[in-house]
Nanobody, 111 residues
Framework: QVQLVESGGGLVQAGGSLRLSCAAS????????MGWYRQAPGKERELVAR???????SYADSVRGRFTISRDNAKNTVYLQMNSLKPEDTAVYYC?????WGQGTQVTVSS
């Protein structure tokens, strides 16, 4: 059974940093595309950053240069390092793999 469990969200001031973690289980980690999405109130869910199945990374224009996606295959975990956070980064952040989503973790950036 595939499970994705996010952690690391919280409240931070603008300019601060957070690191999100997504602990994955139930599939062969490291062989598939995975990504982070976010959904702000009243908005559609959007891609933030992802790994392709070949390991290539891609980012939304709004976060490129501030966010970094990484993975630790030994720990079956994907990370999202978020630096220079802005109030517009406030959202629920979700880990995604195939047809599966985590429960989400709230990130709130105060101005």
């Amino acid at each position: 059974q595939v499970q994705l469990v996010e952690s690391g969200g919280g409240l931070v001031q603008a300019g601060g940093s957070l690191r999100l973690s997504c602990a994955a289980s139930g599939f062969t980690f490291g062989s598939y595309a995975m990504g982070w999405y976010r959904q702000a109130p009243g908005k559609e869910r959007e891609l933030v950053a992802r790994f392709s199945s070949g390991g290539t990374t891609s980012y939304a224009d709004s976060v490129r240069g501030r966010f970094t996606i990484s993975r630790d295959n030994a720990k079956n975990t994907v990370y999202l390092q978020m630096n220079s956070l802005k109030p517009e980064d406030t959202a629920v952040y979700y880990c995604h793999y195939s047809a599966y989503w985590g429960q989400g973790t709230q990130v709130t950036v105060s101005s």
